[in-house]
């Protein structure tokens, strides 16, 4: 096969690929957006990207979503669903080109996704049963119609055109136009004699597979003696062309009257208006229209692009499957953008209620107040952590894909277990009615590093915790009660375990439904969530929060337990230098260097700077609101210029200094000094 034959060949199957991954994206962004659309029918959470995401989670290894929340922060969950959205890309790319020509097989390959997703959604903590498969199972039928349609359409196309990007020689393409106009239907040589009366005076020509005009067999079809007979004739014909190039450049009108007109003047029905004089034969059935004498048959004609374009589409069965799989994949795609789009509205509503009956909630006054916040509780230092954190600005640590919008007028807390005498079932209205406390509280994640960000202090509006399960029956274990754990389950499915002997000791936990003086935000929780003082938060603050169940931590491994996360996790004593920011350039000067310290039930009795390997310096500490909250402190420093390491640590009410040792987060929070390196100019 000649280097020209071989191109065309490659760039078929190139363009077969392109086509064959383009419908595989097509196929997974429409199996998507069906699965969108089918999970507002059932529920969002349903969705397959969230339900693969959730197991994905569930199975990753601590100290890889250790690593998420300390690389991504809050947008570890947004990190996570693009992830996936850039694998399933990937595999709808190479199911694709695979479906392009096994189409039957790729179409099972969609299928086989849409069954993981099914399974995920159905394995979730949260899951509702079956009906949850629906969206994965329904997107992917969607999705593997639509790819083995598409590749039906890839299959045939680019063999045909890449033939097409060449003009066939009339062997291999049966037919050629019988004149210059463009766009002529072309006429086959033997039908066009048969109709044509024979002439008067008659030509002799060899026959050969461009005298046939495209009538002839294929080169393989011919015997050996119609092959030499042909190749002598072109031979011949080339010959005399070269030889007498005059003779086909004659104007001789007599001659061309004696060889292309009947006796009595008529013109020849095969004669061309615009022939040459005295052109050969051989030469009118072998010529194109328009073309040079020597030009060979595989040049492409001269004539507009665009006619050109819609011959060579036109040779493909049925019209054009270049515009066919065109019009296709685009229908397609609109019409998957628009169930994608439907099912996210339709999802979107379905918040509607929550979010309007968080609208109408009004928050009773406390029966009891948070003490007043002491005005020396808070220092006026630039760029120092404010002593209340502002709600949109604390921190958010969970494992929900999609936040649960939960309507307040339908909520609904059971409380029942071991040691549970009195089982209840509460409602957003009986917590309403009931004697509400008001207290600032210091959250801490357990995934805060050293200095972290995960922390925050929040003005929590609640019900006494302790008070209600009293109320149940409930006794803690160093009063003869039965159960040691106290699990609190999520509506997503997320159970958190805290010590009974904790939440029963004194302190002020909380069945909290409101923040710096509004209801819970979704994020945070709404309509009601835990908060314990002095426990990380993956033991104690629950959010969204719909059962409690008392039990023991033999019986029962929470969530992260099961993850290799210590059972209890008291908080421990921690400080922060919030100013200056690490590799901040200063002046030389005066400076001050300030920050947060916590050690919630035991509250910070002193904070200490080292500047470089110097001895530490007291800082100044702001006045304590409580013990459950932070203190804010600062140092003052005469900069020098160079480079310089700064350290704090913090000493508890108990007089324990805060740890040198080195720890990560896992498995039950880190430690150490946090310290920054600056510059002085």
Known sequence: MSEERKVPGRQARRRRRALGALSGVLAGYASLAVAELVSAAVRPESGPVVAVGGAAIDRTPALVKDWAIRTFGTQDKLVLQLGILLVLVLIALALGVFAAHHRRVGAAGVSLFGVVGAFAATERPDSTGFVDALPSLVGAVAG????????????????????????????????????AEAGAEPVNAEACAARTPAPRTAVHL????????????????RNPAERQQTDVGQQTDRAEQADEPERTERTDENAQAQEDTRPDGEQLPNQRPNQRPNQGPNQRLTQRPNQPPNQPLNQPLNQPLNQRLSRRLNRWPGGSPRRRFLTLAAGSAVAATAAGALGRS????????????????????????????????????????????PG???????TALVVPKIDAGLWRLRIHGKGVTRPVTLSFDDLLRRDLIERHITL??????????????????????????????????????PADQLVARSVDGMTLGSPVEDVMDGRDALLA?????????????????????GLYGYVSACKWLQELELTTFEDFDPYWVRRDWARRAPIKTASRIDTPKPLAQLEPGP????????????GIERVEVRIDDGPWQDARLAAEDTRDTWRQWSLSWQAVPGNHSLTVRATDGTGQVQTSRRAKTVPDGASGHHSVVITVD
């Not at 003005?459 to 160093?478: F, I």
């Open 346 to 389: 339709l999802n979107g509503s379905r918040g509607a209620g929550a979010i309007a009956s968080r609208a109408r909630i009004v928050l009773p006054a406390p029966v009891s107040h948070a003490p007043p916040v002491p005005r020396a509780a808070r220092l006026a230092v630039k760029g120092i952590s404010p002593f209340l954190t």
């Open 206 to 221: 060899p026959v050969t597979a461009a005298t046939a005009r495209g009538t002839a067999r294929p080169e393989g079809g």
């Open 513 to 533: 439904i409101g923040m710096n003086g509004e209801p819970l935000t979704f994020d945070h929780g709404f309509p009601v969530r835990m908060v314990v003082p």
């Open 144 to 179: 593997a119609g639509l790819l083995y349609v598409l590749a039906g359409a890839v299959r045939g196309a680019p063999e045909r055109s890449a033939v097409a990007n060449q003009e066939p020689t009339n062997a291999e393409a049966g037919t050629e136009p019988v004149n």
């Open 392 to 398: 949109k600005d604390l921190y958010r640590v969970d």
């Open 591 to 602: 400076v001050t260097i300030a920050g947060v310290a916590w050690a919630q039930r035991r």
């Open 444 to 481: 801490t994640c357990v995934s805060n590093e050293v200095g972290g960000p995960y922390t925050g202090n929040i003005r929590w509006l609640g019900v006494r915790l302790a008070d209600l399960l009293a109320e149940c029956g409930v006794r803690p274990p160093s009063k003869g009660g």
